[in-house]
């Protein structure tokens, strides 16, 4: 898609929020291009789980999916692979969290389930570099949530990095983080895509006591450009039934706990 389409995707999408529906010669009108060319766009946005066609022009998806994602086609997407073990998994971390810890939590879909199993807890304090994750547990008040602060560079995420993100991660030490990945293998350690990113996301590594990686396990023995951590540095993998017996066995050897749910 054309970062022109890709725009136009965006608006067409804004509308949506503001009205609910509207019509293929409305958005024709609004945009100054032709019908065929809206209908291509709504025909990409349904695909994407974003919008409903409806005759002659379209209305939003279901009003359950937070507003913000619905301006990141790529995060529901991702959200849906693996959901039903990114919840498991999500639960499993929580479990982990006790009372009046402080604790990280990186971006991700992953990471984000943990978010929402928090949100009924109290005493703890949280420090993340999601601004989902931040909004999800803005409304908890039992929780003490921090944001880093940063920069959002890419449509597809939620993720503050830079400076900004770095320098908060400096005055604080965690009791253990979570981190959410693209990939983790025995041998290479924790990556994601993004340089960037991974920089906030190591520097989230150095300030914890215990580090804790989730993944499902389409992502194990997969690797990604940006290094986040060695697999020295990983005290904990949770991770799906779905890991083999010899996946697990590599990351003991390396002394990673591995947790499977």
Same mark, same amino acid.
């Given at each position: ?5 890709d *725009?136009? $995707?965006?608006?067409?999408?804004r509308?949506l929020?503001?009205?609910g529906?509207t019509?293929?010669?409305?958005l024709?009108? /609004?945009?100054?291009?032709?019908? /065929? ?10 695909e994407?789980g ?8 379209? %209305?939003l998806?279901? *009003?359950?999916?937070y507003?913000? &994602?619905?301006?990141? $086609? ?19 971390a ?5 009372e009046n810890e402080?604790?990280?939590?990186t971006?991700g879909?992953?990471?984000?389930q943990? /978010? ?5 807890r ?5 420090l993340?570099?999601? !601004?989902?994750?931040?909004m999800?547990?803005?409304s908890?008040?039992g929780l003490?949530t ?5 920069c ?13 993100a770095?320098? $908060?991660? *400096?005055?604080?030490? %965690?009791?253990?983080? &979570? ?6 293998? $025995? ?19 150095r300030?914890?006591k215990?580090?804790?990686?989730l ?11 940006? !290094?986040?951590?060695? !697999?020295?540095?990983i ?15 590599a ?11």
């Amino acid at each position: 898609m054309s970062s022109k389409t890709d *725009q136009r $995707a965006k608006e067409i999408l804004r509308l949506l929020l503001k009205d609910g529906k509207t019509s293929i010669d409305e958005l024709s009108e /609004a945009f100054g291009t032709s019908t /065929a060319s809206i209908r291509r766009d709504l025909v990409r946005l349904e695909e994407e789980g974003l919008v409903h066609r409806t005759h002659g022009g379209a %209305m939003l998806a279901g *009003q359950s999916v937070y507003e913000p &994602f619905r301006f990141d $086609a790529s995060f529901p997407v991702r959200e849906d692979r693996f959901a039903l073990e990114k919840e498991r998994i999500g639960r499993a971390a929580a479990s982990l969290v006790e009372e009046n810890e402080t604790i990280g939590i990186t971006a991700g879909t992953t990471t984000t389930q943990l /978010a929402r199993s928090l949100r009924h807890r109290s005493n703890l304090h949280i420090l993340t570099n999601a !601004v989902n994750i931040g909004m999800e547990l803005s409304s908890s008040n039992g929780l003490d949530t921090t944001l880093t602060g940063g920069c959002m560079r890419w449509p597809e995420a939620f993720s503050l990095i830079g400076p900004t993100a770095l320098e $908060a991660l *400096q005055v604080v030490v %965690m009791d253990r983080v &979570f981190i959410g990945v693209c990939g983790i293998d $025995a041998e290479r350690g924790a990556t994601t895509i993004q340089a960037e990113e991974a920089a906030v996301f190591r520097a989230m590594t150095r300030q914890s006591k215990q580090v804790v990686v989730l993944a499902d396990s389409s992502k194990v023995g997969m690797l990604s450009p940006a !290094v986040i951590c060695g !697999v020295a540095e990983i005290d904990l993998l949770i991770t799906d039934d779905g890991i083999s017996p010899e996946a697990v066995a590599a990351f003991e050897r390396s002394s990673v706990r591995v947790m499977c749910v």
